[in-house]
């Protein structure tokens, strides 16, 4: 692979890894449903992480995401 | 003997070399959470469970996984990660992962060593593919070979820390499953045994960051003119890894350490610093 094309492929992964990163941080959120609120609650992506890494989010059988816990998050993931 | 002309970033390189367990060392100021920011909406770009009660950042791999469960593209997880790579490579490997240096701390003690095939190197695309991935999204998290489950980083800095807290407080004991125990203990004999098992072996995050090596901004460079096929680079590689051929192979932990032969043939450079290097009689 010449310099010249692999010059074109860096910049290409970096644009598309920091659009990705920007997309995600500004624009992505989910509605996520509770036990108090059944319209669902838009969550951004970057709470979203937080939650997963406590286990706080699961998909339900209707294809909804739902908070796992009411009042104090859980301490650490189930797993 | 000609050496050649050392590009701006080798010249950084080759003072920092010897300094890299410091640096690595260092590095656990930020990922350890000295301050107690705890910033889990965040990941970082290395291998170091959010479990851990020192840990500052997400784990990439561990959020990739569970958002897989959920069926939801991880933007922020993927993108840092796509980002980083482009940029680093796996110098983030070599130099910055705490669960990498705790392999490398391992390596220093002069144990006899078993030899890893390079075609194990593959194997990692699969635990990616497959425990971060394919069985989250099909099987979800509760599945025995979700990543999460048989990780050693999550045994090694939740469990492990958990058990000897219980243990010393005269608490009952939390003990892991049998699973996550024997993972912990084979992990722990692993790095006695050989030089980075689980980078080598298993790590998906590696695999990412491996597989941008090849197009990656921070690249590694053969001057061939310069070469003079000594071996030197092989032999300064404990991975296994054939410089001279494959200066930016996958498997590339980026240490570094094959920069210092002789002729310095092998640099690190910026893929946009193409200028011609002018050679220095030695």
Request: glycine share 12%; net charge neutral; with cysteine.
């Given at each position: 692979m010449s310099i010249k094309l692999r010059q074109q492929?860096?910049?290409a992964v970096l644009v598309v890894g920091l659009g990705l990163l920007a997309w995600g941080a500004k624009f992505h959120a989910q509605p996520v449903f509770s036990e108090n609120n059944d319209k669902g609650l838009l969550t951004a992506e970057s709470k979203l992480i937080k939650e997963v890494s406590i286990g706080g989010v699961v998909r339900d059988p209707y294809g909804k995401l739902r908070m796992t816990y009411t009042g104090e998050a859980p301490q650490s993931c189930p797993t | 003997m000609s050496t050649a002309k050392q590009s701006p970033i080798q010249k950084v390189v080759s003072k920092l070399?010897?300094?890299?367990?410091a640096v690595q060392s260092l590095s656990l100021l930020v990922w350890l959470d000295p301050l107690n920011f705890r910033m889990h909406t965040f990941c970082a770009p290395v291998f170091h469970c959010y479990a851990c009660p020192l840990a500052t950042f997400a784990c990439p791999i561990g959020v990739i996984a569970q958002f897989s469960a959920l069926h939801l593209f991880p933007f922020i997880a993927i993108g840092l990660l796509i980002a980083v790579g482009a940029l680093f490579g796996s110098i983030i490997c070599g130099w910055v992962c705490p669960f990498g240096l705790l392999q490398d701390l391992a390596a220093k003690v002069p144990t006899p060593r078993l030899k890893i095939?390079?075609?194990?190197?593959?194997?990692?695309y699969v635990v990616l593919l497959g425990a971060v991935l394919?069985?989250?999204?099909?099987?979800?998290?509760?599945?025995?070979?979700f990543i999460c489950r048989i990780c050693p980083a999550g045994?090694?800095?939740?469990?492990l820390p958990d058990v000897v807290s219980a243990a010393l407080g005269g608490n009952p004991i939390p003990w892991p499953n049998a699973i996550k125990i024997s993972i912990v203990l084979a992990f722990f004999v692993a790095i006695f045994i050989s030089i980075r098992p689980w980078c080598r072996i298993f790590c998906p995050?590696?695999?990412i960051f491996g597989f941008l090596n090849r197009f990656s901004l921070v690249t590694m460079d053969l001057k061939e003119h310069q070469c003079t096929q000594c071996g030197r680079c092989r032999t300064l590689c404990t991975y296994g890894i054939q410089p001279d051929k494959q200066p930016n192979d996958h498997r590339c932990i980026?240490?570094?350490e094959c920069t210092q032969c002789g002729p310095k043939a092998l640099q690190t450079k910026l893929l946009f610093d193409d200028q011609p290097?002018?050679?220095t009689k030695a």
């Open positions: 492929v860096v910049i | 070399i010897a300094w890299r367990t095939p390079q075609w194990m190197g593959y194997f990692r394919a069985i989250p999204y099909f099987y979800g998290e509760g599945h025995p070979l045994g090694v800095e939740k469990a995050l590696g695999a980026r240490c570094l290097q002018e050679e």
